[in-house]
Nanobody
C-alpha cells in the first residue's frame, strides 16, 4: 500500500525554522519526483518545491527562494523540506505528493500525504 506521511509541522515564531519530513512506505521513492505543496485557509493549493529522482530541484513560489530547501534521503525513503526565516504568510497545511516528474500543478500528482500544519505567528 502506497503511503506518504508528513511530519514536523507546528507553531513557530516569525524568523524561525522548521524541517518537514515526508516518509514513504509501500514503495521506494528512488524513481519518483516529490513535490511539497501548501494550502492556506481560503486559498487554493499551490506548489512550493519539487525534487526529481536525480536530485534536480524546482521552485514554484518565488517568495520561498533563499529560505526553503528540499532534499531527499533515498536510504531512509524520506524527503525533507527545510524552512528557514519563516513568515506569517507561510502559514498553511503542507503536503507532499509524488509523480514521475516535477510539475507545478498539484492536480497532476498521484499520491498524497495527509498534510501537516505549519503556523507562523508571534
Amino acid at each position: 500500500q502506497v503511503k506518504l506521511v508528513e511530519s514536523g509541522g507546528g507553531l513557530v515564531q516569525p524568523g524561525g525554522s522548521l524541517r518537514l519530513s515526508c516518509s514513504a512506505s509501500g514503495f521506494t521513492l528512488d524513481y519518483y519526483a516529490i513535490g511539497w505543496f501548501r494550502q492556506a485557509p481560503g486559498k487554493e493549493r499551490e506548489g512550493v518545491l519539487c525534487i526529481n529522482s536525480s536530485g534536480g530541484k524546482a521552485y514554484y513560489v518565488d517568495s520561498v527562494k533563499g529560505r526553503f530547501t528540499i532534499s531527499r534521503d533515498n536510504d531512509r525513503n524520506t524527503v525533507y523540506l527545510q524552512m528557514n526565516s519563516l513568515k506569517p504568510e507561510d502559514t498553511a497545511v503542507y503536503y507532499c505528493a509524488i509523480r514521475r516528474r516535477c510539475l507545478s500543478s498539484w492536480q497532476l500528482y498521484d499520491y498524497w500525504g495527509q498534510g501537516t500544519q505549519v503556523t507562523v505567528s508571534s
